[in-house]
């Protein structure tokens, strides 16, 4: 055997079909391809064995989104499989075969839904074409059905599985055509997710599940400063604690090894650990704020210039400005960070619960300086991710314990401070407003200075990531000006569920309804007129307005609205609340949502839920406080999420339309904040323009 593609052709009997995708992994910011020059790389694979089962390869990572449940929908309606014959197993990791491997930005179902069902169409056909080969007939006269390919004139019928070896040696055809919608069986429909049962049984492998024969268990000691380094450490004690096995420093830590994780924590608190906390010791929230508010009082980056936004505000007969401003914020997953590694001379193999499958590979590689194919990595499920699995900090310190280690599994984990004070946290932000409106009360200009970190660290003149909600805006007002500034204050940060969406939506939105209330204009009907060339955008604007009864919400309840056009899906959330005696009470969130070809409606209600629970407990409660360089928050009794008493009612309202599908996973979570805020202003006439929202006075 020559290669992987060999032995995986010989140990499987049957059709094993090296599909050739063309997967578009550079989308702008619409889910729109810019186009990917090359040829298309092999990244997805259909076994079906004798026995009529058929094992898909899911290229992407499940961490609760319905990954696997939804691709393995467009490939078996395509390929007219049995969905009871249906099994799933996660690619091993080889950007050779399958491009690039990692979940962000709700773009599974959106980069796959064409390359999928090509793959699924295609295996279709060369079963066909193997039963007309077998029963001497024209292919015209057979169709398939149920994971049957039937002869249409004599009803005579052959399994896919009586078919899938001869299928395997014919040559793959190019060009097949997939279905019409219209046609479709399993996509659009609510099937049960394939992985319930697994989760439900406990058979499920999630990072925390792993288990390697010979494995010790480690617990790594941090300094508590952002970018602190190791002084000096003395290991007697933590040595001495029982269980414990071995003691090592990597370059994030001091490491302490243990028979078991309870051993390696218990020793971790005996260790002795001097640290040069750095200049981020001298760092706190109070100061984070006023040099971000220091620098909008400086020039910016230009991320978007229409008309002469400061000149049509000067000559403006109304104008206004404000002040917003969010906080760090930790993703918290349910499942804290860790680990599984082994290192040996010539190999390193993984078992992570990872976004980014291939940036962890490729992290491993050169941490032990081997070649990337001598870097194994086992996807695992992920018990939460909402963007922080897509770093690859976690899985360093595991290949780098493993590797002082030498031969020796290691499981690294994180206890649950770890993971809230030593995270990548969503950048705080910063940003002035300036508006006006004209004599007939209709916005006529808007700018805003943004200050706050890049989301990734990146250098130039604008990180499009930081402003995105704001200078993506699609309301026809004449005179725009949006721009920003890095304001790096030291810490740590990356993306978060719906990135900058979720801070500049919550901006953007807000100051809307400011200028609404400036020009004495409803806030549904200011939307409507300003999105009247945004056809998908308007529409979920009146299907929201029209579900939620807007205007007419019960006596002493109030409604706040909010839009936004992410990830290529187009939505509109309304908030009904009161307000007594300081305290809020949101009653109900009703969401309408464009995104497209519809897969499985369950999973997008399930997604957009989950998403309106994520962007509440940030819009209520959530806020990470720096103080000497340290954060403030280390559990959920100090870093608190929304309870079931608090949930309130949501109604999802699902709008199809023919358009290729956009992304669900984020699409939720932006407008909620500015919905619920907007809401309060029309309960109290109280403009919050900080976040969290603790109380109302």
Known sequence: MNNRRDFLKTTFAGLFLDVILSERNDLDAQGRG???GGPPKPNAYIHIAPDDSVTFLITKCEMGQGTVTSLSQLLADELDCSWSKVRTEFAPVDPALYGMQGVFGSQSIRTLWTPLRQAGATARAMLVDAAARQWSVDKTQLRTENGFVINSATSARLSYGSLSEAAAKLPVPTGVPTKDPKEFKLIGKSIKRLDTRAKVNGTAQFGLDAKVPGMVYASLQRCPVFGGKVASFDATKAKATPGVKSVVQISNGVAVIGENTWAAMQGRKALMVQFDEG???????AGISRMFADFTTKPGGVAKEVGDANAAIAAAPKKLEAIYETPFLSHAPMEPMNCTAVVNADSCEIWAPTQMQAGARSTAAQITGLPPEKVKLNSLFMGGGFGRRGATDYVAEAVEIAKAMQGTPVKLTWTREDDMQHDLYRPASYVKFGGAVDSEGWPIALTAKVACPSFFGGGGAVDSTAVEGIHTLEYAIPNIHVDWRKADAGIPTTFWRAVGYTQNTFFAECFLDELAAAGGKDPVELRRRLLAKSPRLLNVLNVVADKAGWGEAPAGHFQGVAVVNNIGS????????????GKLKIHRVVCAVDCGHIVNPAI???????????????????????????VQQGNFNTYDVLRIDEMPRIDVHIVETENNPGG???????????AVANAIFAATGKRLRRLPIREIS
């Open 34 to 36: 810019r186009g990917q």
């Open 279 to 285: 200049p981020v010791a001298s760092v706190n929230s």
């Open 570 to 581: 187009y939505t509109a959330e309304v908030a009904e609340i009161s307000v007594a005696a």
């Open 604 to 630: 997008i209600t399930q997604q957009i839920e989950s998403g309106i629970v994520y962007g509440l407990s940030a819009a209520l409660k959530g806020a990470i406080t720096i103080d000497k360089g340290r």
């Open 664 to 674: 669900i996973g984020e699409a939720s979570v932006p407008p909620i904040a500015p």
